[in-house]
């Protein structure tokens, strides 16, 4: 693949699925600076990975495949990562806020962070709207085990929805 | 909020924009990164290589000439040695070259493939710290391979000055002196990594347990 063809593949993958690093970045990094750092390293990967890319499932479940996977991988490496961007200036932020935000996409994503690492891979897809099949393309579990613990998450964060409704009264 | 309208603000969110300026630095930086891995990997590679068959072509030639000029058969032993611990070098390189083209990561691999393969990658490289002793016997046996062939060179060429007992003295102090730090500096970065590794092959374990367990 020629460099211009895999820049302008990664450029439109990044401009239509930003989203997904970000969510990934949001649910697997403690910090901001650890969702800054892990942003970066999965777009890294994605870039890499653009060249592996056969075609066989949509860009999404691709996209959500590398980022998981790097999350997964991030942790490992976890502080030992400033990428080359040492040089740049610390106010330099890759991630641009969005003027104004829901309040209650904090809560959200506060609660998927609190579920086990595989959990919160599922509770992202399934918000997402991914098919059975899709989650299963993409965390390699079977559909029917994907079914039980979708159920199990809806359960705990249902469970939490309606103690925060209690602790509001 | 119940859990519709949990739904209705998480699809209505707005993502975050990204400093394309800094995406584009980053991507920069991580492709000269990744060249200058590549360039040192090949470099080093072709160090070891010239140093290895150089070595060991070098000490065939001297088992040769001890032979053709009938010389103590000692020269021709320590020759011996020599050349099969360069050779034993160069073929370690190259066999954990292999072991790590194999451990290489595919972008197409599942969410538990990728676990089951870093677990591999764990195990692999707690393998390799409990190992590691070997690692230091086969550095230590290059240092001995390179002396027996210097002494043999020396003596057989009759150079005083390097072969004299105050020489080997020396040289036996600092060898001895080099290997207990290089031993002790190693038992504990063993340590230590074995206790991160350990870590993390825990955390992955329990990954796979909890993808594997039907709630």
Known sequence: MLEAERTRVFESWIDAHKAILFKVARVYGATHSDREDLFQEIALQVWHSVESYRGDCTASTWIYRVALNTALAWRRKERRHSHGRQDIDAATALLIAPSARDPRLEWIYERIAELDEGNRALALLMLDGFSYREMSQILGLGESNIGMKINRIKATLAAKLAKEVHDEL | ?215
């Not at chain 2, 891995?37 to 001890?66: D, E």
């Not at chain 2, 020396?154 to 020396?170: A, E, H, M, P, T």
């Open chain 2, 1 to 215: 909020m119940n859990f519709d309208q949990m739904l209705e603000a998480w699809q209505a969110q707005t993502p975050y924009d990204v400093n394309r300026d800094a995406l584009r630095q980053a991507l920069d930086a991580e492709e000269i990164r990744v060249r200058r891995a590549l360039r040192m990997h090949r470099r080093a590679l072709w160090f070891m290589w010239i140093v290895g068959t150089g070595m060991a072509v070098w000490a065939g030639f001297w088992i040769a000439i001890t032979i053709t000029n009938g010389w103590p058969a000692i020269y021709a032993v320590a020759s011996g040695v020599s050349l099969v611990v360069f050779a034993l070098g160069v073929g370690a390189i190259w066999m954990g070259l292999g072991r790590r083209a194999e451990l290489d990561r595919n972008f197409g691999n599942s969410l538990q493939e990728e676990a089951r393969r870093s677990l591999a990658l764990v195990d692999y490289q707690l393998s390799l710290a409990r190992r590691a002793i070997f690692s230091v016997l086969g550095v230590l046996c290059f240092v001995v391979g390179t002396a027996l062939f210097s002494w043999t060179v020396n003596k057989s060429q009759n150079i005083s000055d390097v072969s004299s007992g105050r020489g080997w003295s020396l040289f036996a102090l600092v060898f001895v002196a080099l290997a207990i730090r290089a031993l002790y500096k190693g038992r504990n970065e063993r340590r230590m990594r074995k206790l991160k590794l350990e870590a993390r092959q825990r955390h992955l374990r329990d990954l796979l347990a909890a993808l594997d367990a039907r709630e």
